[in-house]
């Protein structure tokens, strides 16, 4: 579905995104996770033909964005990181204006706008002026907007920018929504956000791509060798006294006499972990490797691990 080579663009001196290389196919949900400046933005401003790279390529379903962008845009429905709203317009007429530029044929129209405000909960705000919204609806009408000409590719720049929790959570139900669907990239720099609602992550920093994958590829591959758990019952402060001669020690939970701990330890080292606390008379429920939560993990790859310690 997308297919993207060597991208790079140079604002003046300065490379934005530098050597991108990924592919993404039909039907998958991928999330596009960087801090702010990382050349999320000005990737999806090229896939969505906007914006020009300075070398490299990107293929939208076989077109070329560069020397296609006619067919490209035919595919894509794009959200920026600004939504293109006419604030004096009402939702519906404003997604039916929409439809008629992306070439839904007048026939079709009604049809179309009514199942975009169905897909992003727009029905009961059809009739009111943009500018009446709340933050929350006017970035679902951004989404709207973005899908109202069914395109195979979704490409949403931030969706959830400025959402407070409850509206985010209706933003992660509405683009889970849209599986099945569409094809989308979707970009954040709030990894709950992503984490919840995509198949897949691409984790760009400074515009060099730092990791891809599902979230328990890149948390077997970049974090899975440094933590133990360790479920024991009663007795917190002795097993905590016998897992530091292995490593620092955290208390992850208490509940029902059961202590769950994290001893920052090499999985290599599970067997002796386990006879030691074994020996101590603990009683040993289970032992096993901890999976580093990709929020600490999203927070290595972007800015470096020693920022990123727990
Ligand atoms: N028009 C421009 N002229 C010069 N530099 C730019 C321009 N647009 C973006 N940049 C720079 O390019 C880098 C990448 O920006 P980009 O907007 O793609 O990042 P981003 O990951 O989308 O971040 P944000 O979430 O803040 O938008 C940043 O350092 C930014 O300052």
Known sequence: ?????????????????????????????????????AGKSTTLRILGCVLLPTSGRAVVEGHDVVANPHEVRQRIGFLPDTPPLYDEMDVGRFLAFVARLRGVSSRQVAARVAEAEEKTGLREVDSAP??????????????????????????????????????????RALLRGLRGDHTVLVSSHLLPEISQTCDRLLIIKD????????????????????????????????????????????VLAEAHGVVTLQVE??????????????????????????????????????????????
């Open 265 to 310: 330890a090499s999985a290599e080292r599970r067997p002796q972990v386990a006879r030691a606390v074994v020996d101590a008379g603990l009683e040993l429920l289970r032992l096993d490797r901890g999976v580093e939560k990709l929020e600490s993990l999203f927070l290595r790859l972007t800015r470096g691990a020693e920022e990123a310690s727990p």
């Open 130 to 171: 943009i500018s009446s919204l709340s933050h929350g609806y006017r970035q679902r009408v951004g989404v709207a907007q973005a899908l109202v000409h069914r395109p195979a590719l979704l490409l949403l720049d931030e969706p959830g920018s400025g959402l407070d929790p409850q509206q985010m959570v209706e933003m």
């Open 207 to 250: 515009g060099e791509l730092a990791a891809q994958g599902t979230e328990e590829e890149l948390a077997r591959r970049w974090g899975g060798s440094g933590f133990i758990e360790v479920e024991v019952r009663g007795a917190r402060e002795r097993a905590v006294g016998v897992l530091e001669a292995w490593g620092r020690v955290r």
């Open 1 to 37: 579905m997308i297919h993207v080579e060597g991208l790079t663009k140079y604002y003046g001196e300065r490379a934005a995104i530098r050597d991108l290389a990924f592919d993404i196919g039909r039907g998958e949900v991928v999330g596009f996770l960087g801090l702010n400046g």
